[in-house]
């Protein structure tokens, strides 16, 4: 399986920066998610690799070999760079059955009769959908027709196969299920996937690395647990995380190299950095995910603050509990069906070491635990 590399690559539309100045390496048999809100440039990203759409400038390599470059003069086409294309709308051909759509692609290539049969055959097996083999796609659900797609995609064996939102016209329900499918068939086929999507969710579940974008810049390249935990910027953990990470603001005071004082929430605590802390005394903001502030009764937790129930919104599983400090409106998760009456008295801990620190700028500049002065 191939490695695509990316060099400052730059995409342009007259006085329009779509993608600016990217640099991406995406590994051998990797899943990469290219995720970001509509307009980031996402989708122009995957077209220019797949060689669908050309690049102002920069230099695209894949399985080692250059496929486009601005300094080279070198623009090779997207038919022989050895990719597969998987659409939002699927394109399946209406007037063919699933075992025809398969094999068209590798009738065009011009294969053998026998390999056609039995490569047709094998994809059918693959995505279970033997049964549908003389129906029309008229004639199928969503989620079927979806992988007809996918098997007409992966039929000709390409490096990589490129899928450009591909499940946005299914039912949640279905999503669910073909989250499961496409990152199973990614194990099994072990090919490369470059995926766009604007779902977190699909980008989280799915990926071995998350290339998050915003206004055409990378903003981080990681892999999905740690965009989650160690976000690079303040952007990065509003984007990531359901409900959004709660930005507190706040005062702080170095004190030493992995450690401070903060001033937040009407309270005082000594901060515990597991890196050195480069931060100026004065205002900053303080990032702590739903997860970790844990109600429980008053006195039964460390780092306790009192606060008011805003609102309580249980889903089955779990709970989000909207709780209110002063003018500070904080989101707090907690498993199971609970409920609290509005406005009444809570009392929530700051649990964990991944309370994060952004300077004014919004860049990430430590992650940490936090102990209550006088606890």
Same mark, same amino acid.
């Given at each position: 399986?191939?490695?695509?590399?990316?060099?400052?690559?730059?995409?342009?539309?007259?006085?329009?920066?779509?993608?600016?100045?990217?640099?991406?390496?995406?590994?051998?048999?990797?899943?990469?998610?290219?995720?970001?809100?509509?307009?980031?440039?996402? &989708?122009?990203?995957?077209?220019?690799?797949? +060689? /669908? $759409? @050309?690049?102002?400038?920069?230099?695209?390599? !894949?399985?080692?070999? *250059?496929?486009?470059?601005?300094?080279?003069?070198?623009?090779?086409?997207?038919?022989?760079?050895?990719?597969?294309?998987?659409?939002?709308?699927?394109?399946?051909?209406?007037?063919? &059955?699933?075992?025809?759509?398969?094999?068209? +692609? /590798? $009738? @065009?290539?011009?294969?053998?009769?026998?390999? !056609?049969?039995?490569? *047709?055959?094998?994809?059918?097996?693959?995505?279970?959908?033997?049964?549908?083999?003389?129906?029309?796609?008229?004639?199928?659900?969503?989620?079927?027709?979806?992988?007809?797609?996918?098997?007409?995609?992966?039929?000709?064996?390409?490096?990589?196969?490129?899928?450009?939102?591909?499940?946005?016209?299914?039912?949640?329900?279905?999503?669910?299920?073909?989250?499961?499918?496409?990152?199973?068939?990614?194990?099994?086929?072990?090919?490369?996937?470059?995926?766009?999507?604007?779902?977190?969710?699909?980008?989280?579940?799915?990926?071995?690395?998350?290339?998050?974008?915003?206004?055409?810049?990378?903003?981080?390249?990681?892999?999905?647990?740690?965009?989650?935990?160690?976000?690079?910027?303040?952007?990065?953990?509003?984007?990531?995380?359901?409900?959004?990470?709660?930005?507190?603001?706040?005062?702080?005071?170095?004190?030493?190299?992995?450690?401070?004082?903060?001033?937040?929430?009407?309270?005082?605590?000594?901060?515990?950095?597991?890196?050195?802390?480069?931060?100026?005394?004065?205002?900053?903001?303080?990032?702590?995910?739903?997860?970790?502030?844990?109600?429980?009764?008053?006195?039964?937790?460390?780092?306790?603050?009192?606060?008011?129930?805003?609102?309580?919104?249980?889903?089955?599983?779990?709970?989000?509990?909207?709780?209110?400090?002063?003018?500070?409106?904080?989101?707090?998760?907690?498993?199971?069906?609970?409920?609290?009456?509005?406005?009444?008295?809570?009392?929530?801990?700051?649990?964990?070491?991944?309370?994060?620190?952004?300077?004014?700028?919004?860049?990430?500049?430590?992650?940490?635990?936090?102990?209550?002065?006088?606890?």
């Amino acid at each position: 399986m191939p490695e695509i590399v990316l060099k400052n690559i730059t995409k342009k539309w007259g006085g329009f920066t779509a993608v600016e100045n990217l640099d991406l390496k995406i590994e051998d048999g990797a899943f990469i998610t290219l995720l970001g809100p509509s307009g980031c440039g996402k &989708t122009t990203t995957l077209r220019m690799i797949a +060689g /669908l $759409e @050309t690049p102002s400038s920069g230099e695209i390599t !894949i399985d080692g070999k *250059v496929v486009f470059s601005s300094d080279k003069g070198i623009n090779i086409s997207a038919a022989k760079r050895d990719v597969g294309f998987l659409f939002q709308n699927y394109a399946l051909w209406p007037h063919m &059955t699933v075992y025809q759509n398969i094999a068209f +692609g /590798l $009738e @065009t290539l011009k294969w053998k009769k026998p390999d !056609i049969e039995k490569r *047709v055959s094998e994809m059918l097996d693959t995505m279970q959908i033997q049964q549908f083999a003389q129906r029309y796609p008229s004639e199928l659900s969503g989620g079927q027709q979806q992988r007809v797609a996918i098997a007409r995609t992966l039929a000709p064996k390409p490096k990589v196969l490129f899928m450009d939102e591909p499940l946005s016209n299914l039912d949640a329900k279905l999503r669910g299920e073909m989250r499961t499918e496409l990152k199973r068939l990614h194990i099994d086929t072990g090919s490369t996937f470059v995926y766009v999507t604007h779902d977190q969710l699909e980008a989280m579940t799915m990926a071995t690395k998350i290339c998050l974008m915003k206004e055409g810049v990378l903003q981080q390249y990681d892999a999905p647990l740690d965009v989650y935990a160690l976000p690079a910027n303040r952007f990065v953990a509003d984007f990531v995380g359901n409900p959004t990470m709660n930005f507190i603001d706040g005062k702080v005071k170095v004190t030493g190299k992995r450690t401070a004082q903060l001033e937040f929430l009407g309270s005082s605590f000594v901060f515990h950095a597991k890196e050195d802390i480069n931060l100026q005394d004065g205002d900053v903001t303080i990032g702590i995910r739903p997860e970790s502030l844990p109600i429980a009764e008053k006195g039964k937790a460390p780092n306790q603050i009192t606060g008011s129930a805003y609102s309580t919104l249980p889903a089955g599983m779990e709970t989000t509990v909207k709780i209110k400090v002063g003018n500070t409106i904080l989101s707090s998760v907690m498993f199971g069906s609970l409920d609290y009456k509005v406005d009444s008295e809570v009392h929530f801990s700051i649990l964990g070491d991944r309370v994060l620190l952004f300077n004014m700028e919004g860049k990430r500049v430590a992650s940490g635990s936090v102990e209550k002065k006088g606890e």
